[in-house]
Every structure is written in structure tokens, then in C-alpha cells.
């Protein structure tokens, strides 16, 4: 069983989820994004702000397709209400991060 696909998605307040045939359209504060499910084997389901993916086989390609489905639809939710950001981890000698004011980062680093 797919664990990750099995696992229900709550939708927040401030993102509005649309279902439209195999469209699923996710919309926030941060824009909006959209992911059609190609595979009639996926099913999914809204009941009181929460989104629940099933599967109607259990063949090897179904099965993964039910976890990726899922992951997408929660990272566009994740995307859409909170935007994307990378975190650099600077570790060692040599190595300095500056921050511009368009809140870009200059790594520059020191070798001999």
C-alpha cells in the first residue's frame, strides 16, 4: 500500500481547492497552480476541507502514481499558501554569504 498516497490532505482556510473533470486547481495567497490526474485508476475525493486520493488497482504503476498524485496536490497547497524558499547551510572556513536588497545571496568563497 502506498503510504504517502493514503494519507488525507487538509485544505486551509485561505486556499480555495476546484475540481473540474481531471483538472484540480489550488489557489492562495501565493497564486494559483494546476495538476490534471491523467490516470482514471486515481480517484480523490473532498469531505469537510479534506482531500483523500484512492486507487482502484493495485498494479505496480497505479500504486506509484496514487503517492505522486497526492504529493503534487500537497505541494501545491504548500506552495500557493506559503511560496517557495531555499535555505543555504554554510559549513567550514572560507566560505561568506552577503544578502543584496533584492534579497538575493552572493556566495563567495576563498581557495588558494
Known sequence: MSRIGNKPIEIPEK????????????????????VEIVDD?????????????????EVAEVRSLHGLYRSLIANNIQGVLEGYKKTLLLQGVG???????EHTSELQSHSD
Open 95 to 101: 566560505h561568506r554569504a552577503t544578502r543584496s536588497e
Open 15 to 34: 486556499v480555495e481547492l476546484k475540481i473540474e473533470g481531471n483538472l484540480i486547481s489550488v489557489k492562495g495567497p501565493k497564486g494559483e497552480l494546476t
Open 41 to 57: 485508476r486515481i480517484n480523490y475525493e473532498i469531505n469537510e476541507n479534506i482531500l483523500n486520493f484512492s486507487r482502484s488497482s
